[in-house]
């Protein structure tokens, strides 16, 4: 393959992922602008500048889009954990890994991307999903910091334990229409977790 052809496929690949990216952030304005059920492939495809056809070849499903979403997150948590120091306890990376990503968070379009999720049974199906994944996620890069076989067990409950913080202070964050910066709820529940230790 000579140099120009690679040049090519590089090309591709970049129109691709932004072709994907423009395609899902069009989707999840609709949803947020208009509700899940109301958000039709079409007008996702029309705003996005795209046909129909061209959506399913990047999309099976409007129920893809968030899900796109949901797992680019979860592998945010993963990179997350792993840069974390390895001197620290497994729950004190985990929650540091969290509270620097949801320092990012744009809290208009989370909260609003919340609430999208939590009125359509097959999209609460999904939010439920993505946290499983997320504490998979989280258990797998713990092992890989931590690999020694007899830790496996309790890894696993500091995986259980720290997402399940982690969906207690989304969820307040999102009932109280984020009020306070995320960290700040995150914070009061790992610490409601420590006191229940």
């Known amino acids: 393959m000579t140099g120009h052809d690679s040049n090519d496929i590089g090309v591709r690949e970049r129109k691709r992922r932004e072709t994907l990216a423009r395609i899902a952030e069009t989707g999840l304005r609709l949803f947020m602008a208009n509700g899940y059920d109301n958000t039709t492939l079409d007008m996702i495809a029309e705003a996005a ?5 061209t959506f399913f070849y990047y999309f099976k499903s409007k129920e893809e889009i968030i899900l796109a979403w949901q797992s680019n997150f979860t592998a945010l948590i993963r990179e997350a954990i792993l840069a974390q120091p390895s001197d620290l306890p497994p729950i004190e990376v985990v929650e540091n890994a969290l509270r620097q ?5 744009d809290s208009k379009q989370s909260i609003a991307l919340d609430r999208v999720l939590r009125t359509n049974e097959t999209l609460r199906a999904a939010r439920n999903a993505k946290y499983i994944a997320q504490e998979q996620a989280v258990f797998e ?4 910091k931590w690999p020694q076989a007899k830790r496996r067990k309790s890894l696993r409950f500091v995986a259980m334990l720290s997402v399940g913080a982690f969906r207690l202070a989304i969820d307040a964050w999102s009932d109280e229409q984020g009020k306070r910066p995320p960290p700040q709820y995150l914070r009061e529940a790992f610490a409601s977790l420590h006191d229940a230790l």
């Open 101 to 105: 990503l949801v320092l990012g968070f």
């Open 49 to 53: 500048g795209i046909s129909r056809r």
């Open 141 to 144: 890069a713990l092992c890989e």
